[in-house]
Each structure stands twice: as C-alpha cells, then as structure tokens.
C-alpha cells in the first residue's frame, strides 16, 4: 500500500484553513498530521511532524517567506507550498529564492492544490500555469528584445542556450522539442542539466536568469 502524502496546513484565518483541511481529507493519498496559524508554528510543526508538505500563508503572523527560509534550512526534507490571496509577482520570487517549492493562490480549486502538493511532494515545483508564464513575461515588460544570447551563458552548451530561451518563451518540453527536432524525454534531461548548472530549482527561476542576461532594459 502506498504511503500516504503527510501534510500540514498553516493560515491564520481558521475559517480558510478548516475548508483546506476538509478538502484535503477528500484525497485518500493525503493525511493533514498538524495545522498552526503563524510562522512560529510552522517551523515547529515542520521540526516535530516533519510532513512531506507543509501549506503556508504568504502574510500569516511572523510572516511565511521568513517561515519557509528557516524551514528550507533546517527541514530540507520538509517542502513548503505557499498560499496567498495576492499575485505579488516580487513576493514569488522571493519565496522561491528562499526555498519554497510552489505558490497558489488561495482562490485555486481544491483540485489544482490536490494536484500541487502531489508534484511538490514529488520534489518538483509548482506555480499555477497562467501565472507562472505571466511571471516569466513581466520581466520583459516595458523592455526591449533579448540581445544575441551567444556568450551570456558560458556554463551552457549551445543546445542548452537554445532550450533556456525557448522555456524563457514560455514553452513546454513537448513544444521545445517540436521547434527542435528533438524527443520530450532528450528535451527534458536537457532541461534537468539546466537546472543543475544555473543552480536554480525550476523552469520559472531558469526563465528568470534567461531574462536578466540577455534583455536589454530601454532607457
């Protein structure tokens, strides 16, 4: 029988929290082991209950970005998926920097967050489609076109430059290996490579690192 995904929910709004409590214990590969509803109570939940993932309120008391950096450093086992009710693009990014592995807002179905902590658990991250591509877009926002990538990225192969700025686009694995001529599977461990030399954790950091090097900012 397969291990159930141990999970502990952290809000300080009792009301959101129980519906995300009750939601969750629909799922029958999920079990909550603890709540709590500040920053303090986080951490020790995540010392003590050590859950697979750990939900955390981006604004909750002690707030959840200062939560999530110590629980990164202490509990690296422990991932943390954060909810809020606001799409602050520069609070994503930190969040992310500081080790949380996926960020929702609070308005998302209880399937889609079902569906986050699976992919989290699983040590991979999560930030809801539409607003990940917007994240990865608003860099370029009032810029001008990504100047001859050749040379920005010395730690890449040219085939790996060629992937990054296609996933800077905003493109799958699937559609990066139809614009190339390559398989998912080849694509995707070009993508994994990536991800090792940037030293970033997801396709959404990667995305960044592409637009900060090669986006020439207008005057």
């Known amino acids: ?49 050590s859950p697979d993932v750990l939900l955390l309120d981006m604004n909750m008391p002690g707030g959840g970005i200062n939560a999530v950096a110590k629980i990164a450093l202490r509990c690296p086992s422990t991932k943390t998926l954060m909810l809020t009710v606001v799409d602050d693009e520069d609070e994503v990014r930190s969040a ?15 399937s889609e967050l079902a569906s986050a902590i699976r992919i989290v658990s699983r040590g991979q991250s999560y930030v809801s489609p539409s607003f990940a591509a917007r994240l990865i877009m608003s860099r370029g926002a009032e810029e001008s076109e990504p100047r001859d990538a050749t040379g920005k990225f010395p730690e890449l192969s040219e085939r790996e430059v060629q992937i990054l700025l296609l996933i800077h686009r905003g493109l799958s694995n699937r559609l990066i290996g139809d614009e190339l001529g390559l398989t998912e599977k080849t694509v995707k461990g070009y993508v994994t490579n990536i991800m090792v030399k940037l030293h970033v954790r997801n396709r959404v950091e990667a995305a960044m690192i592409a637009a900060e090097r090669t986006v020439v900012r207008k005057q």
Request: cysteine-free; proline content about 2%; charged content about 30%.
């Open 1 to 49: 029988m397969q291990r159930k995904i141990r999970v502990g929910v952290v809000d300080d709004h009792p009301l959101y929290r129980d519906g995300v409590i009750f939601a969750l214990e629909s799922e029958t590969d999920m079990e909550i082991v603890a709540q709590g509803e500040s920053a303090g109570d986080a951490y020790q939940i995540a010392v003590d209950q």
């Open 96 to 110: 992310l920097r500081k080790g949380a592995r996926g960020y929702l807002l609070k308005g998302t179905s209880s």
